[in-house]
């Protein structure tokens, strides 16, 4: 069977599809990546797949389980099963009904969502941790390490990740969730209960969102050899940024690279309920919660607990002066993670692998075929389309700047380049061949064997 992971944003997902699928290389299955065409190849082929869903799309998870796949439900959002209210939780695990598996982060996710799961289901609920934590480890700090990052910011610079994307959307915050409001998969966004819940998140963000503005300027005169740099949640507005630290010659807002690029040579990474703070944990950096409002409500509880918390500026300093996580801290933290994270205790990619062979049948061998002159055209022309309704101004020209800042090209060399230093940093990992099928998207397949 072909296994098949489409990529919503490509900067924050490519490098664990990739380690993922050499894994499910190492078990002789190929694997499909790329946006949303992998779909267009689902619909269009007999199969069958093994689908690795992330969104919820209830039409495609359905034919393929209408072709004889399996659907293995895979949800990046690692603390959303444990912070969020029932409405999203119930919309989170209604996936069940056109899902094979529900995979999960670790063991303190099972018991909320089994109350809204069918007693005979509760089995499909499985801990796998999720195959991104994989690749954040000391081990590799090679393959994230950017020669050109260094080159312009040295090794001892302040990255400020932020996480404001409620409030500071790309698209805005009403624009936002009209478009999510549309998507059958996400209609919990139209319900008042949840939108209720989302103003209260706004609020809480612009306050922090404003706070880690000021904290930038302070850390910018305190340390004015040092960088500070910015970087927002790929759904986050840059400009929200830029038109208030315009005038800080050493602070730097970017989207460029991936963040852990950013992490693996950062003195030390300040966030906010982010993912990036347990990222930077597992690559032992001295990582900071910036908590400017004492009042956590509105706080992740699983990613409040990562890191040395400081409530002002000058904690802040201290804890970037001292240039050290404590161990006792970080030994805590962990042990407080575990069981909201199996990553810490084993490898995701390999019981996904293990997970995709055992659901396959042996049905014979197929592969997806690239597509011809004209479909090839066809995708080259909506493409060029996105580039030039980019420049427009306005909501419309927002909107394709969005789609494109998370999904830019993809390019073949690009991918074996990546893949082949995974393979160098772990040499069991199989070779590998690559077929481009489409624009954006590939077929990664194991070698034949000599």
Same mark, same amino acid.
């Given at each position: 069977?072909?296994?098949?992971?489409?990529?919503?944003?490509?900067?924050?997902?490519?490098?664990?599809?990739?380690?993922?699928?050499?894994?499910?290389?190492?078990?002789?299955?190929?694997?499909?990546?790329?946006?949303?065409?992998?779909?267009?190849?689902?619909?269009?082929?007999?199969?069958?797949?093994?689908?690795?869903?992330?969104?919820?799309?209830?039409?495609?998870?359905?034919?393929?389980?209408?072709?004889?796949?399996?659907?293995?439900?895979?949800?990046?959002?690692?603390?959303?099963?444990?912070?969020?209210?029932?409405?999203?939780?119930?919309?989170?695990?209604?996936?069940?009904?056109?899902?094979?598996?529900?995979?999960?982060?670790?063991?303190?996710?099972?018991?909320?969502?089994?109350?809204?799961?069918?007693?005979?289901?509760?089995?499909?609920?499985?801990? *796998?941790?999720?195959?991104?934590?994989? +690749? =954040?480890?000391?081990?590799?700090?090679? @393959?994230?390490?950017?020669?050109? $990052? #260094? &080159?312009?910011?040295?090794?001892?610079?302040?990255?400020?990740?932020?996480?404001?994307?409620?409030?500071?959307?790309?698209?805005?915050?009403?624009?936002?969730?009209?478009?999510?409001?549309?998507?059958?998969?996400?209609?919990?966004?139209?319900?008042?209960?949840?939108?209720?819940?989302?103003?209260?998140?706004?609020?809480?963000?612009?306050? *922090?969102?404003?706070?880690?503005?000021? +904290? =930038?300027?302070?850390?910018?005169?305190? @340390?004015?050899?040092?960088?500070? $740099? #910015? &970087?927002?949640?790929?759904?986050?507005?840059?400009?929200?940024?830029?038109?208030?630290?315009?005038?800080?010659?050493?602070?730097?807002?970017?989207?460029?690279?991936?963040?852990?690029?950013?992490?693996?040579?950062?003195?030390?990474?300040?966030?906010?309920?982010?993912?990036?703070?347990?990222?930077?944990?597992?690559?032992?950096?001295?990582?900071?919660?910036?908590?400017?409002?004492?009042?956590?409500?509105?706080?992740?509880?699983?990613?409040?607990?990562?890191?040395?918390?400081?409530?002002?500026?000058?904690?802040?300093?201290?804890?970037?002066?001292?240039?050290?996580?404590?161990?006792?801290?970080?030994?805590?933290?962990?042990?407080?993670?575990?069981?909201?994270?199996?990553?810490?205790?084993?490898?995701?990619?390999?019981?996904?692998?293990?997970?995709?062979?055992?659901?396959?049948?042996?049905?014979?061998?197929?592969?997806?075929?690239?597509?011809?002159?004209?479909?090839?055209?066809?995708?080259?022309?909506?493409?060029?389309?996105?580039?030039?309704?980019?420049?427009?101004?306005?909501?419309?020209?927002?909107?394709?700047?969005?789609?494109?800042?998370?999904?830019?090209?993809?390019?073949?060399?690009?991918?074996?380049?990546?893949?082949?230093?995974?393979?160098?940093?772990?040499?069991?990992?199989?070779?590998?061949?690559?077929?481009?099928?489409?624009?954006?998207?590939?077929?990664?397949?194991?070698?034949?064997?000599?």
């Amino acid at each position: 069977m072909i296994c098949v992971i489409p990529i919503e944003i490509i900067v924050r997902e490519l490098d664990y599809v990739l380690y993922l699928s050499l894994h499910l290389a190492s078990k002789g299955l190929s694997t499909m990546i790329g946006d949303h065409m992998v779909n267009r190849f689902i619909m269009d082929s007999n199969g069958p797949f093994v689908y690795f869903d992330s969104d919820q799309n209830k039409r495609i998870n359905t034919t393929v389980l209408n072709k004889g796949g399996a659907v293995i439900n895979l949800n990046s959002e690692l603390q959303g099963y444990i912070d969020d209210p029932d409405q999203m939780q119930k919309n989170f695990i209604k996936v069940i009904n056109y899902a094979s598996k529900i995979c999960l982060s670790g063991q303190a996710q099972i018991e909320p969502l089994s109350r809204f799961v069918p007693e005979n289901r509760i089995k499909d609920l499985v801990v *796998t941790g999720h195959p991104s934590f994989d +690749l =954040a480890s000391h081990r590799f700090i090679p @393959y994230y390490t950017n020669k050109d $990052i #260094i &080159r312009n910011h040295g090794r001892d610079y302040i990255l400020m990740n932020t996480s404001f994307g409620m409030f500071n959307h790309e698209m805005g915050f009403e624009n936002y969730l009209n478009m999510l409001s549309k998507m059958q998969e996400w209609a919990v966004y139209t319900t008042p209960e949840h939108r209720a819940h989302l103003q209260q998140r706004y609020e809480h963000e612009e306050k *922090t969102a404003t706070a880690f503005i000021e +904290l =930038a300027k302070v850390l910018s005169k305190q @340390y004015p050899n040092k960088h500070i $740099i #910015i &970087r927002p949640h790929p759904a986050e507005s840059m400009y929200f940024y830029t038109k208030q630290l315009s005038n800080y010659p050493n602070i730097f807002v970017t989207k460029k690279n991936s963040v852990r690029q950013w992490i693996v040579t950062a003195g030390a990474i300040v966030h906010h309920d982010c993912t990036t703070g347990l990222e930077a944990l597992l690559m032992d950096k001295l990582v900071i919660q910036y908590q400017p409002d004492t009042d956590t409500q509105n706080s992740s509880e699983f990613m409040n607990r990562i890191g040395v918390r400081t409530n002002n500026s000058n904690e802040t300093i201290a804890l970037i002066d001292s240039g050290h996580m404590p161990k006792t801290i970080r030994h805590e933290t962990l042990e407080s993670l575990r069981l909201g994270m199996d990553n810490l205790d084993g490898c995701a990619s390999i019981k996904l692998a293990d997970l995709a062979i055992s659901l396959s049948t042996d049905t014979g061998s197929w592969m997806p075929k690239p597509l011809g002159l004209w479909g090839n055209i066809k995708c080259w022309r909506k493409y060029a389309s996105k580039l030039l309704r980019a420049r427009q101004p306005g909501r419309n020209g927002k909107k394709v700047r969005y789609a494109l800042n998370k999904f830019s090209r993809l390019k073949k060399n690009d991918i074996e380049t990546k893949l082949h230093l995974l393979r160098s940093l772990e040499p069991e990992l199989p070779k590998f061949e690559v077929q481009q099928l489409c624009l954006n998207n590939y077929l990664i397949k194991p070698a034949p064997k000599s």
